[in-house]
């Protein structure tokens, strides 16, 4: 077995997409995905499960029916679960994405900002 570790800055640099998140670790029945943002998602919720951003680069806005929450690098967020919310970057965002394995990243809004699972960077 060979132990390597993620870097997460070179994983990023493979791969151009915004909204097009890629799994990149596992961990018991999460997936750890990295994923490049800009400009404004869909509103969506996860029902059977909460969501963490991890902003690596850029600043990112979660938007949620009561407020927002506003992530620069460093910082992370726990979308709970049933909350509908709406990303939104004015620049390009660079994060990490915790959710269980086979999570859809728009939950229950699908639409064509659905992206398509990858694994290509594991």
């Keep these: 077995m060979t132990h390597v570790a993620v870097d997460i800055a070179e994983k990023l640099s493979r791969f151009s997409q915004y909204w097009s998140p890629?799994?990149?670790?596992?961990l018991?029945?999460?997936?750890?995905k990295v994923v490049k943002v800009q400009g404004e998602?869909?509103?969506?919720?996860h029902e059977d499960t909460?969501?963490?951003f991890l902003v690596v680069s850029g600043e990112l806005t979660i938007q949620l029916r009561d407020g927002e929450v506003i992530l620069?690098?460093?910082?992370?967020f726990v979308v709970p679960r049933g909350v509908e919310h709406c990303p939104?970057?004015?620049?390009?965002v660079h994060a990490v994405l915790i959710e269980p394995a086979?999570?859809?990243?728009?939950?229950?809004?699908?639409?064509?900002?659905?992206?398509?699972?990858?694994?290509?960077?594991l």
């Design 22 to 26: 890629k799994v990149v670790a596992r």
């Design 28 to 32: 018991n029945d999460y997936e750890i």
């Design 41 to 45: 998602f869909v509103w969506h919720s």
């Design 50 to 52: 909460d969501e963490l």
């Design 72 to 76: 620069g690098p460093g910082q992370l």
């Design 88 to 92: 939104v970057a004015e620049g390009e």
């Design 102 to 121: 086979g999570v859809v990243n728009t939950g229950d809004a699908g639409g064509p900002l659905t992206a398509t699972y990858d694994a290509s960077l």
